[in-house]
């Protein structure tokens, strides 16, 4: 397959995987089966510590077997999540197993998913591309859950239960196209070969080696994982910031997908932004600064600051990601990969848990305005290390 036919089914996959219209509703409906908020908190943090558990081991089996086959396998896992939960009525454990599948799918596909790609563009010859590339892919999964809140937000309106069901086709059809996402490897024309001597427990060996050896590489993955990841942490709780400012309900739908479709386009064209180091933390900053702006509305517009805050970051996003990639040697790069998930999971849990503890402490405003004000040792976090020959980004 050529590259070009390669890279459609690619974008293709990662817009169905998150073309999930239940993303719109399923913790409100959890609470309309009778679930308590202690009992959802509960299964947000199985679903997150499940995420670490299986993340790392999936990575190892994408490096020791070929990738078209957990990436066939992933969203079928997730499929049975929305099997389980149109079947739940209610069940607390139902519904925990359902995030287990959840978790199972998200971990097989996404070492492989940037692995894969990164291999395809290596063995044509074509690395310095891979940002741009990326950009696109970051593109087409955010483009599937912007879309894929907004129509599950129309849907549901008739019925929840529609809402959850209607999430198990795309992901069916994402299950077919990964067959034609050729692992390069398996035919000798990757750049970094992935068959390497040793069993399975070799590709951990690998990654330990490459976050021990790379400074550069343990650099970039704190950079994604604790600066960057605080724009993920807090766009869970946006509702409540919806709630705060008065956003009409109907609306909400509209601004996640406005806010998806513009992170999007800013996604594709993150590569013009490269060879400007800068940028890594001028961004960040912004960001910083629009949350902290954000959090002094009482009102609806005070929305589209929040909204470019988490734009603003979009560009960094993917060079930081597709730095990573370039300077890791590569022997296990699901592993390694899955490593830096791994890392953004664990960081995850704790920042969700500090927040939360935070806004009910000062006030949700309050606590944005705080999130923004984290941005500031992190920055300069970032420009000493830049001063010393780091680079974050491409």
Same mark, same amino acid.
């Given at each position: 397959m050529r590259l070009s036919a390669f890279l459609r089914v690619y974008y293709a996959y990662a817009f169905l995987f998150d073309f999930i219209f239940a993303y719109a509703i399923y913790t409100a409906l959890f609470s309309l089966e009778g679930l308590s908020t202690s009992e959802i908190g509960v299964l947000l943090a199985f679903w997150s510590a499940s995420a670490i558990v299986l993340e790392m081991p999936s990575g190892a089996l994408s490096d020791h077997f070929d990738r078209r086959v957990l990436l066939a396998l992933a969203p079928l896992a997730k499929a049975g999540t929305f099997v389980l939960w149109g079947l739940a009525q209610g069940d607390f454990w139902i519904y925990g197993a359902g995030f287990l599948l959840w978790s199972l799918g998200q971990a097989l596909q996404s070492g492989s998913r940037e692995a894969l790609l990164y291999e395809r563009m290596a063995a044509e010859g074509r690395?310095?591309?891979?940002?741009?590339?990326?950009?696109?892919?970051?593109? !087409?999964?955010?483009?599937?859950?912007? #879309?894929?809140?907004?129509f599950g937000g129309f849907v549901a309106y008739w019925s929840?239960?529609?809402?959850?069901? #209607?999430?198990?086709?795309?992901?069916?059809?994402?299950?077919?196209? !990964?067959?034609?996402?050729?692992?390069?490897?398996?035919?000798?024309?990757?750049?970094?070969?992935a068959d390497v001597e040793g069993g399975y427990f070799t590709h951990f060996v690998h990654a330990w080696r490459e976050f021990r050896e790379r400074a550069e590489l343990r650099f970039v993955t704190t950079y994604i994982a604790t600066g960057l990841l605080v724009f993920e942490v807090?766009?869970?709780?946006?509702?409540?910031?919806? #709630?705060?400012?008065?956003?009409?309900?109907?609306?909400?739908?509209?601004? !996640?997908?406005?806010?998806?479709?513009?992170?999007?386009?800013?996604?594709?064209?993150?590569?013009?932004?490269?060879?400007?180091?800068?940028?890594a933390w001028t961004l960040p900053a912004l960001g910083g600064v629009l949350l902290? !702006?954000?959090?002094?509305?009482?009102?609806?517009?005070?929305? #589209?600051?929040?909204?470019?805050?988490?734009?603003?970051?979009?560009?960094?996003?993917?060079?930081?990601?597709a730095r990573f990639q370039k300077i890791m040697e590569g022997k296990s790069r699901a592993t390694t990969t899955s490593a830096l998930v791994m890392a953004e999971n664990v960081v995850g849990i704790a920042a969700t848990l500090a927040f939360g503890f935070l806004a009910d402490w000062v006030g949700i405003l309050p606590a944005y305005g705080w999130a923004g004000l984290v941005m500031a040792p992190f920055v300069f976090w970032v420009i000493a290390r830049q001063r010393r020959g780091f680079r974050a980004t491409d």
């Open positions: 690395t310095d591309e891979f940002d741009k590339v990326l950009g696109r892919d970051n593109a !087409a999964e955010g483009l599937g859950i912007g #879309l894929g809140t907004l929840f239960e529609w809402a959850i069901w #209607l999430s198990i086709p795309p992901l069916l059809v994402a299950a077919i196209l !990964a067959f034609w996402l050729e692992d390069v490897r398996r035919n000798g024309g990757a750049e970094d070969e807090l766009e869970e709780f946006d509702e409540l910031y919806y #709630l705060a400012v008065s956003l009409p309900v109907w609306a909400w739908g509209i601004v !996640a997908a406005g806010v998806e479709a513009i992170f999007a386009l800013a996604s594709i064209h993150a590569y013009r932004l490269a060879g400007r180091p800068w940028l902290i !702006a954000a959090s002094q509305g009482q009102t609806a517009p005070y929305v #589209l600051l929040l909204a470019a805050g988490y734009i603003v970051v979009a560009p960094v996003t993917v060079l930081a990601e």
